[in-house]
């Protein structure tokens, strides 16, 4: 694939490189990142590799369909965006865009849409897309860029594949080594390392959701080896790898959930003290198969 210009981890690289390779690329692609991660801009290469019609790498750059990508007039893409607003993303845009997918494309092999900002879509604009994720048409690209998948119903997050790309801050190699030794705990005998290990975090609000970022990325991992897929989104492959080796797909899934969940409570300034705590008991009963 010709990543020239694109900036992304090379484990997103290879992953999108298989899947347009092997032609098995999803219906429904989410990219998360924050401002400056370059989200955009992979959104509409990915856009210009679909509609790409030349031999050899892709996009090639000289077909008709990455000149008229590249210019932005491409029959087969259509680029919506809601604004900054929330619920800015109003539910007839979304409601024309379900009914367009089922129109075959003009001239390219899939027809894209790319949903920009779609962490602005209300609740029924959620639902309304939904409908078409549930059985998508054939020959049709859902390509959303979000600055948190968090910010999406579990219903939509759970049918599109995530990419999660970085900005310019890096992995601190401390708060790695803690959100290993936390997956490490997590299924362990006994609550008491688990809960020395995130004790500190009700104080440090900032690095508790540094933490939760990587868990996510771990659990996400996890699900993905769990099902016999590659590794693609953590630093730290060994940890999810443990993980996928000791737990079940709904015990992992649930953990997912649950850290998921946690970020949306963070994020809406719940007590903190009383977020670690529920967050180590549901850590722990996602770990032995109960519901917390």
Not at 38 to 48: F, Q
Not at 115 to 124: D, F, K, N, R, V
Not at 155 to 167: I, K, N, P
Request: hydrophobic letters at 45%; charged letters at 25%; aromatic letters at 4%.
């Amino acid at each position: 694939m010709n990543f020239e210009g694109i900036r992304c981890s090379e484990a997103v690289k290879q992953s999108l490189s298989l899947a347009f390779q092997e032609a098995r690329l999803p219906h429904a692609i989410l990219l998360e990142g924050p401002a400056g991660s370059g989200k955009s801009e992979l959104a509409r290469w990915i856009a210009k590799a679909a509609v790409c019609t030349g031999e050899g790498e892709r996009p090639c750059g000289r077909c008709p369909g990455c000149i008229k990508a590249a210019a932005g007039a491409h029959p087969d893409i259509t680029i919506v965006g809601g604004g900054t607003a929330a619920r800015s993303f109003h539910v007839d845009t979304i409601r024309q865009i379900r009914a367009d997918a089922y129109i075959k494309p003009n001239e390219a092999p899939l027809r894209v849409f790319l949903l920009e900002g779609a962490e602005t879509m209300s609740e029924q604009a959620q639902n309304a897309l939904l409908k078409v994720f549930e059985e998508p048409p054939d020959r049709v690209l859902f390509l959303l860029t979000v600055t948190s998948a968090v910010k999406l119903l579990p219903t939509v997050r759970s049918r599109a594949q995530l990419f999660t790309l970085e900005g310019e801050e890096q992995a601190d190699p401390a708060d790695l080594e803690l959100a290993a030794a936390i997956c490490q705990a997590i299924p362990a005998p006994g609550e008491a390392k688990l809960l020395e290990l995130t004790a500190p975090l009700i104080k440090d609000k900032e690095r508790f959701r540094r933490i939760l970022k990587q868990l996510v990325l771990l659990f996400r991992d996890a699900c993905v080896l769990r099902a016999g897929g590659a590794s693609c989104l953590s630093h730290q492959p060994e940890a999810a790898g443990e993980l996928a080796h000791t737990l079940t797909r709904d015990q992992l899934m649930r953990l997912l959930e649950y850290a998921q969940s946690a970020q949306k409570a963070q994020d809406q300034n719940a007590n903190a003290a009383l977020l670690v705590t529920t967050f180590c008991a549901r850590m722990r009963a996602a770990s032995h198969g109960r519901h917390a």
